[in-house]
């Protein structure tokens, strides 16, 4: 079992900086963070394989956002810089216990944390 608790998120303007957290409780393989903004789908933005380290992004948010973790693999963050206005959505943090799929499939998540709002004003 995992449990995933996220920090709040915020308000920011264009070009501003946040930084979101997911507490994590339980061993997993694969974490991303997905985001969903009114009247769109669920769409990946940054994911992380625990044991290896490795990360991938969105291509829409390449250069300015970066995932990582503490060495405990107790905290999973997600550094926002130069954000903007399309990246106002609703954040969330996931996690895979098993093996198998690709980051980005939403379906191949197990766990999911409550959902944290960020807003980017112009």
């Known amino acids: 079992q995992v449990q995933l608790v996220e920090s709040e998120g915020g308000s920011v303007q264009t070009g501003g900086s946040l930084r979101l957290s997911c507490a994590v409780s339980g061993s997993t393989s694969r974490m991303a963070w997905f985001r969903q903004a009114p009247g769109k789908q669920r769409e990946a933005v940054a994911g992380i394989y625990t044991n290896l380290g490795s990360t991938y992004y969105a291509d829409s948010v390449k250069g300015r956002f970066t995932i990582s973790q503490d060495n405990a693999k107790r905290t999973l963050w997600l550094q926002m810089n130069s954000l903007k206005p399309e990246d106002t959505a609703m954040y969330y943090c996931?996690?895979?216990?098993?093996?198998?799929?690709?980051?980005?499939?939403?379906?191949?998540?197990?766990?999911w944390g409550q959902g944290t709002q960020v807003t980017v004003s112009s």
């Open positions: 996931t996690a895979r216990q098993g093996l198998g799929g690709t980051w980005r499939d939403a379906n191949g998540y197990d766990y």
